[in-house]
């Protein structure tokens, strides 16, 4: 049958403008209902293809991502993929030659967006393109979409926020602290140019803090003796947990220093104690006697800020809990046979007594830590003072030829640079922190008055996860 | 590094379908797009997730939050809320994830912990011994909420003194709820004493303290 035969056939003997008309409408209902087919085909290969499980793991800013997302359907031929820049996030989108899979690849980088003043979602959405075999495509839709969502997370860097405290806001008590803390105590170099050990310390309040306006818990207290020569230092790490204990770690560092200062201004017969045992170490008595000066000097200077922290704690109608604060408190002199050093430690943190030469790191105690991070034993709880074997197991002493350094620092400081206990008793990993400091700007030179901020500054490193304030005292 | 290990347990038991698995869905949501924006919480929180319905399942094992990508929950038509069954799994997970410090590691921090269940548990002799249990595994804090009015508090407070209640299912309490949640979350991980509890932020006014 030709064609002319055909159209006769559909024409039915009607005239041309009636066969026009119908043929019009035929044609509109199968176009429309063809078309109605297609969109339906299409939903339903959306939907499958929605459906498909794709491995998108979330990437993260300045870490190096590279995922390859593959389909797995042989019939997706993958056109394009929205949503992605190199010049924007950092990270290229690229399809892969078999067109069933794309690459995302780079270093996610979100400060063109951070730098338009946009606020950063954490989530972006991306948008494959893709045709499929066997399935026309109506011009009015002429790719098929699939949205995806990929995580990407900002580096913390650029979210800590250093929010100052508002100390007129501030509930009474407020106890005002500065942010941050820094102190040289200069011993000059005697007459024949012998140089005498300086301290210096440093502290700072933690990202945590400053994210929240919230005030530095931290404090220390130097001193040294012009007459006799004495060395007295504390640390003390106020719980981030207690409202008061900025005030809980200025008392126990004011009170204990304040202390031992008084007791060693007229300490001729602990002195020679001292010399007696270091004339016999293995001497019983002499061991007695400077224990119990010890007890008498270091014990006494943690009790009485115990009970001043008490004192003030009733004074203000709180719990003495709400100054919940560690002690770390270290006293020392230069004698004719070598350096004296005792200690009292409760709480975490860390003390000890650092040689370079000889290779040997020596803690001055061991540090308060529980079963979980954080916990931790404070000088505001009475059991500390409830059995005398416990306490004097806090109260330790030495005698050594010489040192390199006697450091003292709150968990904000040995945490990041230590981790473990393990790592506390390593001297490689105090080696480690002697060169840390020298590496980043921190020169522990004869009377060099500048370390303060050097120290003040070299606070700053980066760790992740470690927020805390952070104080370190050294004595070089 | 210290972790901070949150576990999320949610009942998923049939009176679940439909609008309130949704809305805690858009409220889980939230709160990891919401912790996201912490940097704390970026380097410390981990998140387990475990559902609970005639089944216990655990969705999500413990992720680091940069990591994490929210499970797809679904509940059955209908069957028991095991609730019992899943402390039990909590206390068994607990024991595998949660890393104590030693000598040689350091310990995460104390696990936060919070349960929401719009009723009450279906095996409670279970239940009654697994919240001694539970309560031998450390946590900061237990928060539990009692969605919907046919949710029952009373079991909950054998659990934890900290036993809240909202009086709606929808999507606006859930929000509400679990912006508190990433409120608790954001303040967990702080330095605390040995026998110290953590204070729980203020709870907003949709959501009730049960005494």
Known sequence: MNTEKFLELLANGKND???????????????????????????MTENKVNG???????????????????????????????????????????VCDDKKSFKIAGTPDLNPIRNAGTEIESTFELTVFYKYEGLCLPPKKPLLERKLQLVINQDPRYLWKNIPVDWEKMSDPKYEKEDADCQYVTVKALPDGTPQKDIVAASKRGRSHA?????????????????????????ADGAGSAKFSREGSRLAC????????????????????????????????????????IYN??????????????????????????????LLLAICKKFDFGWFIASFWVGDGAM???????????????????????????????????????FFSRLKCRIVPDFTALFLMSDGVSD????????????????????????????????????????????????????????????? | MRRLPVYILIDTSGSMRGEPIESVKVGMADMVATLRQDPYALETVCISIITFDSEVKQLVPLTPLADLQLP????????????????????????????????????????????????????????????????????????????????????????????????????????????????????????????????????????????
């Open chain 1, 416 to 476: 990041p640079k230590f981790e473990t206990d393990v790592n506390l008793n390593s001297t490689e990993k105090w080696n480690a922190l002697w060169d840390d400091l020298k590496d980043n700007g921190v020169e522990l030179t004869d009377d060099n008055e500048a370390a303060k901020e050097q120290l003040l500054n070299w606070l700053d490193f980066w760790a992740p996860g470690n927020h805390d304030d952070r104080t370190i005292a050294i004595l070089y």
């Open chain 1, 352 to 390: 000890c007594l650092y040689d370079k030469e000889n290779h040997t790191s020596v803690l001055l105690g061991t540090p308060d830590e529980g079963e979980y991070g954080g916990q931790t034993r404070f000088l505001t709880m009475p059991e500390i003072f409830a059995n005398p074997t416990d």
């Open chain 2, 72 to 211: 797809d929950i679904v509940t059955p038509e209908s069957g028991p809320t095991l609730t019992g069954a899943a402390l039990q799994m909590l206390c068994k997970i607990y024991d595998s994830e949660v890393q104590m410090g030693t000598p040689q590691k350091k310990g995460d921090w104390m696990p936060l912990l919070f349960l929401m269940t719009d009723g009450k548990p279906a095996d409670i002799q279970l239940y009654k011994q697994m919240t001694g249990e539970v309560k031998r595994h450390q946590f900061t804090n237990i928060v539990a909420c009692a969605a919907g009015p046919k949710a029952q508090t009373e079991p909950l407070k054998l659990l934890t003194d900290n036993v809240f209640s909202l009086e709606n299912m929808d999507s606006n309490s859930f929000k509400k709820f679990f912006q508190w949640v990433t409120l608790n979350i954001g303040a967990g991980g702080k330095s605390v004493g040995t026998t110290d509890s953590v204070e729980l932020p203020e709870p907003p006014k949709e959501v009730n303290l049960v005494i």
């Open chain 1, 254 to 293: 004011n009170v204990t220093v304040e202390v031992c200062k008084k007791a060693l201004s007229n300490c001729e017969k602990f002195e020679e104690n001292i010399n007696l045992w270091h004339i016999d170490q293995k001497s019983e008595d002499a061991g007695k006697l400077v224990s119990t000066d």
């Open chain 1, 17 to 43: 403008t009636d066969f026009e008309e119908f043929l019009k409408f035929v044609s509109d209902k199968l176009w429309n209902q063809y078309n109605k087919h297609l969109m339906d085909e299409i939903l």
């Open chain 1, 211 to 235: 994210q929240e306006g919230k005030p530095r818990d931290d404090d220390f207290q130097l001193y040294h003796d012009e007459q006799t020569n004495w060395y007295v230092i504390a640390v």
């Open chain 1, 297 to 326: 000097i270091l014990g006494k200077a943690a009790h009485k800020a115990h009970t001043e922290i008490n004192a003030e704690a009733a004074r203000e109608k709180n719990r003495p809990k709400d100054y919940a604060t560690t």
């Open chain 1, 52 to 94: 498909i499980a794709l491995n998108l793991p979330n990437a993260s800013e300045n870490k190096p991502y590279e995922q390859t997302i593959d389909f797995g359907d042989t019939k997706i031929a993958i056109e394009r993929v929205d949503g992605l820049s190199a010049e924007t996030h950092g990270l290229n989108v690229t």
